[in-house]
Every structure is written in C-alpha cells, then in structure tokens.
C-alpha cells in the first residue's frame, strides 16, 4: 500500500469521526455532504498533481542524455563535408585513368581531297586525290608518371582537407558542449541560491509578524529572492541557447520532428595526454603538408613535362592519275614539337613560374600551421596548468565560506545580527560555491582543449 493511500484512509477516517454516525439532524447530514465533497475535490487534486510529477519525471528519464563523443558523431555524420569523400574519390580515380593512359588528348581525324576537273572538260577527267589521316597524341611513360604522381598528391591534399574540416567541427563541438556543461552547473547553483533566499524571506516575513524585525528587514529579503531568481532564468536561458546550438550542429531541424535535438547532455570526461607532442597525423599538419607536396608535384611536372606531346599519324590516299589509273598509298609518322626535343621557346615557362609561387605558399602554409599546432598546445598546457593549480583554492575557500555562513546563520536566528550582513555573507558563500564548481568543470575544459590541440578528436 503506496503512502497516499495509507493518507487517504486516515483521512477518511478522521473526517467520519468528525460527522458521527448519528444522522438524527438536518444540519449533520449538510455536514456530511459538504465534507464527503471537500474530501473528493481534495482526492481528486492530488491524484492530478500526482500524475503531473509522475508524468513529468517519466518526461525527464526519457530525455536521450547525450555524451561529447555522440553529439560529434552526430554532428559529423550530418556534416556535408563528409559526404565528399565519394566525389572525391570518384575524381581521383578518373585523373588516375587520364593520367596513365596513353593518349595525351583526343584524336583528331583530317580528311581532303585534291582534283584539277575544274579545268577539264568533264569531271572525269584529271588528277584526283582523296587523303584520310588520323593523328593521336602520344603520352610517354615520362609524363604519365608525371601526371599520376600530381594526381595522387592533388587527391591525398583533398582528402587531408576533410580530416582537416572534421576536427575543426570537432573543436565547435567541444566549445559548445563545455558551455553547456557550465550553463547546467550554474542554473542547479542559482536554483540553490533562489531556494536558500526563499527560505531566508519567509524567515524574515515571520520575524515581522512578530515583532522582532522591521519591515525593511523583509522588504529587503524579498528583493534578494527576486535576484535569484532573475540568475536563475538567466541560467536558464544560457542552458537552453546551448542546447539549441548543439541541435544546429548535430543536424536538427526546427521543421522536421524527426531530426535529433539535444535537450539534455551526460558528463563526459577525456582522458588527460600523456604526451604534449602533435602526431604525425595532426590533420591540419597533415593537410599542410600534403599541399606543399601536391605544389612540388604540380613544379615538377610544369618543368619535365612539354606543353605539347608528340603525335602519330596514319594516313591513307587515294588517287587517279591523268591517264585513268588509280593507285592507294598508307603512311605513318610522327611529330615532335620542337618545345619537347629542344626546349624551343620555353612555352612552359608560365605554367613553372605559377607552379613555383603556389609551391612557395604552400611552404609558407605549412610553417604557419606548424607554429600555429604548437602555440594552440603550448596555450592549452598553461591553461590546463593553471586550471588544476586553482582548484584546491577555490575549494578551500567554498568550505571556509559555506562554515561562515553557517555560524552567521545561528548569530541571525539568535538575533545577534541584522539582516544586510547575512545577505552579504550568503553571497560570499555563494560565489565561493559557484567558483569551485567553475574550477572542476575548467580542468576537464582545459583537458579537452588539450586533446582539440593535439589533433585527437573526441
């Protein structure tokens, strides 16, 4: 038997002591009535109110509490960018295909026919020629290496772009979660504080009542209640601005139901690096280091590979003499420009100059992103540092403060201070608890900021 059954009963019960069992007057039985009909509407609130909180707490349990790895998860399978890797691939494929055939370009096929009838008398009459010839650019095994190898690094450079693109979402994902961490462990703190200042205005509104405190005092207490709770829905909306952000980025939909929404998000905690050093595999290092790669590639083509492929030819003839015979004739040879055999005229002049200048931006590129990795670590390591040094302090201090706070409580009850001091003393004790959970949350913050540094994604 639940205990509001067990409250239900002695009610019950209490209510027909107070009617009787003697029905020997009008005036009872109007008692009874009026009573049995306080005793249901009284049933029948708390039976609502209790289906509410039921309702509500099965609302809470079944919210989908998301971890940091999940909502990355989530975020980079709705990300775009990771639906490129098939293109990609596709386009990689196909300049491998070009690049190793042997073919430079399309063939072309030429046709024309040359006849002196228009000074004869009839057309069949005179010289008659019809030619037919077929010219095919020729890839050499030089330059189709070439060319795959420029291929093969423009494809590594794309692919590198989107581990770059994941691990920078990576770091949003991180940021917004953190500050969604933080939003959480300030409303449960502000909802403390509003509870406590309630507590502290009832307390005041009695000792009016009585006599032992002035209006002021009261006046007073109620305006801190207010405060509270405008921090509490300060909290609120901060919480609730995150949440929303953490939507956006794992793909929901403010008009599709079915999309996935974050109201609601589990601890997580990374595991602090044993080693400070980038990987090899840092992908923005990597995507750097890949593009001056793909640059040296695209130089070395420019300046061993000619402007022009040399070209064969066949060709086919048909001609008609004067004196009435035919006779067919078959030909092949080749062309080689003269750029190709003797470096005549330097016509890949511009394409080497344009190689050269992106060759050296990529360089610079890399260099950049090289010290940009270690400054982001470097900082991180002084964050997470400085974070875990902070934490004993503002510690010790919540406590110092909360055990003050205490004995000024028992000096009020007691009448032995005024109302403004304990208002002042439980801000004190309520900042100091709020900056001691600020200092656990900023350490696991600096660790996964870390970890962002280093390249590991969540």
Do not use: C
Request: a positive charge; glycine letters at 4%.
């Amino acid at each position: 038997m639940s205990s509001n059954t067990v409250f239900f009963a002695r009610l019950r019960g209490w209510l027909r002591m107070l009617s009787g069992a003697s029905v020997r007057h009008a005036h009872q039985r109007v008692f009874r009535t009026s009573v049995s009909r306080l005793l249901l509407l009284f049933t029948l609130s708390a039976l609502a109110a209790s289906g509410a909180r039921a309702q509500s707490a099965a609302t809470t349990a079944n919210q989908k509490r998301w971890t940091l790895s999940e909502l990355y998860a989530q975020a980079w399978a709705n990300d775009p960018v990771a639906k490129l890797g098939e293109a990609i691939d596709a386009e990689a494929k196909a300049k491998q295909e070009r690049a190793t055939s042997w073919l430079a370009g399309p063939p072309s096929l030429d046709a024309g026919i040359r006849t002196d009838a228009i000074t004869k008398s009839s057309s069949r009459e005179g010289l008659r020629e019809i030619e037919f010839e077929v010219t095919a650019p020729i890839a050499t095994s030089h330059r189709r290496s070439l060319q795959a190898a420029t291929a093969n690094a423009e494809a590594a450079t794309q692919r590198a772009a989107i581990e770059s693109q994941r691990l920078k979402l990576a770091g949003e994902v991180r940021e917004t979660y953190w500050a969604a961490r933080a939003a959480e462990s300030d409303l449960k703190l502000a909802e403390d504080e509003a509870m406590r200042a309630k507590s502290l205005a009832a307390d005041s509104a009695r000792r009016t009542r009585a006599g032992e405190s002035a209006r002021v005092d009261t006046l007073q207490a109620e305006a801190a209640v207010q405060l509270a709770e405008a921090a509490v829905t300060e909290a609120r909306g901060k919480l609730n601005a995150s949440y929303a952000l953490l939507t956006q980025l794992v793909g929901g939909a403010r008009n599709d139901v079915t999309a996935p929404s974050v109201t609601a998000i589990a601890e997580s905690r990374e595991s602090k690096p044993t080693s400070h050093i980038p990987s090899q595999s840092h992908a923005s290092l990597t995507q750097a280091r890949l593009a001056s790669a793909a640059a040296r590639a695209r130089l070395d083509e420019a300046n061993r590979v000619s402007s022009e492929p040399p070209s064969a030819k066949f060709t086919l003839a048909n001609e008609r003499t004067n004196e009435g015979g035919s006779k067919s004739s078959a030909r092949i040879g080749f062309s080689i420009p003269f750029d190709a055999a003797f470096r005549f005229g330097n016509f890949n002049a511009p394409r080497a100059a344009q190689a050269t200048r992106e060759l050296a931006e990529a360089d610079g590129a890399a260099l950049s992103a090289e010290r940009t990795v270690l400054g982001e670590i470097r900082v991180a390591e002084l964050a997470l540092a400085t974070a875990e040094a902070r934490v004993p302090l503002v510690k010790r201090r919540a406590e110092l403060a909360s055990e003050a706070a205490s004995l000024y409580e028992k000096a009020f009850r007691l009448g032995e201070l005024d109302l403004p001091t304990r208002l002042r003393i439980e801000g004190e004790r309520a900042n100091a608890v709020r900056d001691a959970a600020r200092g656990e949350l900023q350490v696991e913050h600096a660790i996964s900021r870390l970890q962002q540094a280093l390249g590991n994604l969540p």
